[in-house]
């Protein structure tokens, strides 16, 4: 299902000396990472983006990655004024700032060694974060959380890295969602590991069924021996969010099976459907009681990237861990200490978010803008998900699964035996994609990107406030000269 090409050319002389580094002498596993679609289609990007050329469109709309500010969801200001004052303290001297806004720097930056967040911290984040983690965590599941058990590191790979081993024979597989995000089996493949998928049903709003797994549990076990079951919850890019029927289901097929169990959380605060809600597999996994919430260990992933605050950019994210081995926990604490401290401005956005102005504060008076800020995103987004939704599934040969959370909606495209052809060298999918760059100047990304069921094809686009209508209109229309063209 997956392919990453390795690359074989011969050792090349500069000069009197040899080139060490060459595409025969580098890390396998690093030619086994390909390209990703943004990559692939940035040359047609800037070529769409250069000035002086007549289009037929304005400008680009780029709806290709996950990043809200970068598609136009405006920064909470209290944040904002938080982080300005952290990192230029002067401004807690002037009197431009509200007063709890310079309470809570003035807070954070005793925090940080020397008052100053340009300062190491501790391998696994600021004492006082990771203890207002603890904090969130239970407060959300009604389940004690321990300091001890949590790290501010940005993404999975690290827990990947305890799970996987490029030495071992045979290979240590992980379970991976089809659809899934695409960063998910590179790194599996790039740690030596192989990346097993299963499938998700879309004919079912994309629900992931233990009978699936059990399919691809068997299947895996002929090329490798699966370690780990990594599940998105709301997914990327399907927009599903679990029953607790499915999580229920999930967690008994990991703990029949001896696997470890991954949880990817970081759209928790990014649900639309009123009819659905997110519960964490820990909180889950503890409705369940013992022996269960005793023994099956777990890794959970939350962000400050994605929901309301949208800090892309300032990589804070934190893995708590569950039901861990003793022994095997001063191995998690050698392996954190061989990264960098994290960022600390990702970690005061960290805070912020699990911290945020509470019911009483002065900032929360009428004056102040971030219950209006909170309140206005949630329900643009709220919006958009309806519009996209009666926008596509009114257009022909195309339909989409109800988006219930997530920042993407994933449309399957019904294309023609004549589309599909059309370029042979180019998966269907990806040639739409291109079309509908050079010819509307919208970016999205090709359904090849995150896997999908052979014989279907799709796309994943974002609906963040920028330009929404303008790229729905664009879409329905090429998406009805594509069709009429190539029928």
Request: glycine share 8%; net charge neutral; hydrophobic share 40%.
């Amino acid at each position: 299902f997956y392919f990453w090409s390795g690359i074989s050319v011969g050792v090349h002389e500069r000069g009197p000396f040899f080139v060490i580094l060459t595409c025969t002498s580098f890390s396998p596993a690093a030619q086994r990472v390909f390209l990703y679609s943004r990559r692939l289609l940035t040359p047609r990007l800037l070529k769409c983006d250069i000035q002086g050329e007549k289009k037929p469109y304005k400008d680009v709309i780029d709806v290709c990655w996950g990043d809200p500010h970068g598609a136009g969801m405006k920064p909470l200001t209290f944040v904002r004024q938080v982080l300005a004052a952290c990192i230029y303290p002067q401004l807690l001297d002037g009197g431009n700032l509200p007063m709890d806004v310079k309470r809570r720097a003035q807070k954070l930056l005793r925090w940080c060694d020397g008052g100053s967040v340009g300062s190491y911290t501790n391998t696994g984040g600021i004492l006082e974060i990771v203890e207002n983690l603890a904090q969130f965590i239970s407060q959300r599941d009604g389940v004690p959380a321990h300091p001890e058990n949590i790290w501010i590191h940005p993404g999975s790979q690290t827990i990947l890295t305890l799970l996987l081993s490029s030495e071992a024979t045979p290979k240590r597989g992980v379970l991976v969602p089809v659809p899934g995000h695409s960063t998910v089996p590179l790194s599996v493949a790039a740690l030596g590991g192989v990346a097993a998928p299963y499938f998700l049903d879309e004919e079912r709003g994309w629900e992931l069924r233990a009978d699936e797994l059990r399919r691809a549990l068997a299947s895996a076990r002929g090329v490798c021996r699966p370690v780990a079951l990594y599940v998105i919850n709301p997914g990327n890019p399907t927009g599903h969010v679990q029953s607790r029927k499915s999580m229920e289901e999930v967690i008994r097929f990991v703990a029949e099976n001896n696997l470890f169990l991954l949880a990817d959380e970081v759209y928790q605060g990014s649900v639309y459907d009123a009819n659905s809600e997110f519960v964490s597999y820990k909180k889950r996994l503890y409705e369940l009681g013992p022996p269960l919430a005793h023994t099956l260990e777990l890794a959970s992933f939350h962000s400050a990237s994605k929901g309301l605050l949208g800090e892309c950019g300032l990589r804070g994210g934190y893995v708590e861990l569950l039901n861990m081995d003793p022994v095997v926990m001063p191995y998690v604490e050698r392996l954190f200490h061989l990264i960098p401290s994290p960022p600390v401005t990702g970690q005061i956005a960290l805070e912020l978010m699990v911290e945020p102005p509470q019911p009483g504060d002065p900032m929360l008076d009428g004056s102040f803008p971030f219950p209006q800020e909170t309140e206005h995103t949630r329900r643009t987004l709220v919006d958009n998900v309806k519009r996209v939704l009666q926008v596509l599934n009114r257009l022909p040969a195309i339909s989409c699964q109800p988006v219930r959370g997530g920042a993407f909606a994933f449309p399957r495209l019904h294309l023609t035996t004549k589309a599909i052809r059309k370029d042979a060298g180019m998966q269907p999918d990806m040639f739409y994609c291109t079309k509908l760059l050079e010819d509307t100047g919208v970016f999205v990304s090709p359904g090849c990107e995150y896997g999908q069921k052979e014989g279907t094809y799709h796309i994943r686009f974002g609906f963040l406030p920028k330009h929404h209508l303008e790229l729905l209109r664009r879409l329905s229309a090429f998406h009805l000269k594509f069709m009429k063209d190539l029928s």
